[in-house]
C-alpha cells in the first residue's frame, strides 16, 4: 500500500514564527501536492510538485512556500506564520504528471494552530 | 474554469435505507471523477473513480456512484447505510495534473 507521512498530527506555533510541515511518500510518485482544508471551502490546493526541485502555484499560495530535494520529500514552508493560516494542512500524492486518472494517496494531515 | 459543486452540506439518512449524496462538476475537456472520504482528524481516502466506459462504477465498502454526462453529475450512492459511513464525503474532476475539490458534505447515518 502506498503510504503518505507527514511529520506531525498537531502543531502550534506563534505568529511570526517559521514553520515547516513535512511530507513523505514510499511509492515514488511523480506528483506530490499541498492543500489545506477550511470548514465550508473544502480542500485548496497551495502548491504542487511534478517532479524534484520542480513546482507550480495553486489557487492560494500566497504566505507560502515549498521545497522539493528529493522524489519522495515535500515541505511546505510558512515563512511568516499568521493566524489566518490556523488550518488543517493535507499533503498527497500520485504517480504520473498529466494523468489525471489516478486517484490521490493522502497523508493523515496536520493540524496547525497559530497564536 | 473548473468547478465541483456539492449542493448538500449536510445529509441524514436513517441506518437501512439508501443514501446518495450529490455532486455536479464543470470542467472543460473529458473529467475524470473521484470521491472519498474523510473520517475526523483524518486524512482522506480514496472511494471509487469514473474514468471511462460504464456510467456506473463501484468503489469501496459498497458505494457506488453513477456518471451522467447530461447532467455533469456524479452521485455517490449506497443501498443500505451503515452507521460507520457517517464522515465528510469529497467529489473531486481532474482533466490534467490538477484535482478539483467540491466543498464536501457531511453524512450522518442515525441508528
Known amino acids: 500500500d502506498v503510504k503518505v507521512t507527514q511529520s506531525s498530527r498537531y502543531l502550534v506555533k506563534r505568529t511570526g514564527e517559521k514553520v515547516f510541515l513535512e511530507c513523505v511518500q514510499d511509492?515514488?510518485?511523480?506528483?506530490m501536492f499541498w492543500y489545506r482544508q477550511d470548514p465550508g471551502l473544502g480542500l485548496r490546493l497551495i502548491y504542487f510538485s511534478y517532479d524534484v526541485k520542480m513546482k507550480e502555484k495553486g489557487d492560494i499560495p500566497e504566505g507560502y512556500s515549498v521545497s522539493r530535494e528529493k522524489k519522495e520529500r515535500f515541505s511546505l514552508i510558512l515563512e511568516s506564520a499568521s493566524t489566518n493560516q490556523t488550518s488543517m494542512y493535507l499533503c498527497?500524492?500520485?504517480?504520473?504528471?498529466?494523468?489525471?486518472?489516478?486517484?490521490?494517496?493522502f497523508g493523515p494531515g496536520t493540524r496547525l494552530t497559530v497564536t | 474554469a473548473q468547478s465541483v459543486a456539492q449542493p448538500e452540506d449536510q445529509v441524514n439518512v436513517a441506518e437501512g435505507n439508501p443514501l446518495t449524496v450529490k455532486c455536479t462538476y464543470s470542467?472543460?475537456?473529458?473529467?475524470?471523477l473521484f470521491w472519498y472520504v474523510q473520517y475526523p482528524n483524518r486524512g482522506l481516502q480514496f472511494l471509487l473513480k469514473?474514468?471511462?466506459?460504464?456510467?456506473l462504477v463501484k468503489g469501496s465498502y459498497g458505494f457506488e456512484a453513477e456518471f451522467n454526462k447530461s447532467q455533469t453529475s456524479f452521485h455517490l450512492k449506497k443501498p443500505s447505510a451503515l452507521v460507520s459511513d457517517s464522515a465528510l464525503y469529497f467529489c473531486?474532476?481532474?482533466?490534467?495534473?490538477?484535482?478539483?475539490f467540491g466543498t464536501g458534505t457531511s453524512l450522518t447515518v442515525i441508528p
Open positions: 469514473y474514468i471511462t466506459g460504464d456510467n
Open positions: 511509492m515514488d510518485h511523480e506528483n
Open positions: 470542467v472543460s475537456g473529458n473529467p475524470y
Open positions: 498527497a500524492s500520485t504517480p504520473f504528471p498529466g494523468q489525471g486518472n489516478y486517484e490521490q494517496y
Open positions: 473531486a474532476v481532474n482533466t490534467g495534473n490538477q484535482f478539483y
